[in-house]
Nanobody, 118 residues
Framework: QVQLVESGGGLVQPGGSLRLSCAVSGSLGSIGTMGWYRQVPGKQRELVALITNGGTTNYADFGEGRFTISRDNAKNTVYLEMNSLKPEDTAVYYC????????????WGQGTQVTVSS
């Protein structure tokens, strides 16, 4: 069974920074692309950033220049550094990974709340 455990969410003032972490553990298999999505009540979950095994990154427009995604393959962990946070970044942030056991499947973390408010 594959588990994703997130940490690092919380309350931050506008202009502040937060770093999210997500550790993947579980069945013997291979981790593929990892990333972060976010969701606010009443809206669809949206992509924040993705990173491939080789380190290629992809960001949503709202994150370009403010957010940085990285991964430590030795620790099976993905990170999201968020700077210059805005109130509209307030959301539940979900960790995501592609994982191969007998085939490729998508797995999600439980979500961590990020609130940007003064």
């Amino acid at each position: 069974q594959v588990q994703l455990v997130e940490s690092g969410g919380g309350l931050v003032q506008p202009g502040g920074s937060l770093r999210l972490s997500c550790a993947v553990s579980g069945s013997l298999g291979s981790i593929g692309t990892m990333g972060w999505y976010r969701q606010v009540p009443g809206k669809q979950r949206e992509l924040v950033a993705l990173i491939t095994n080789g380190g290629t990154t992809n960001y949503a427009d709202f994150g370009e220049g403010r957010f940085t995604i990285s991964r430590d393959n030795a620790k099976n962990t993905v990170y999201l550094e968020m700077n210059s946070l805005k109130p509209e970044d307030t959301a539940v942030y979900y960790c995501y990974t592609r994982y191969y056991v007998r085939g490729w499947d998508n797995y999600w973390g439980q979500g961590t709340q990020v609130t940007v408010s003064s």
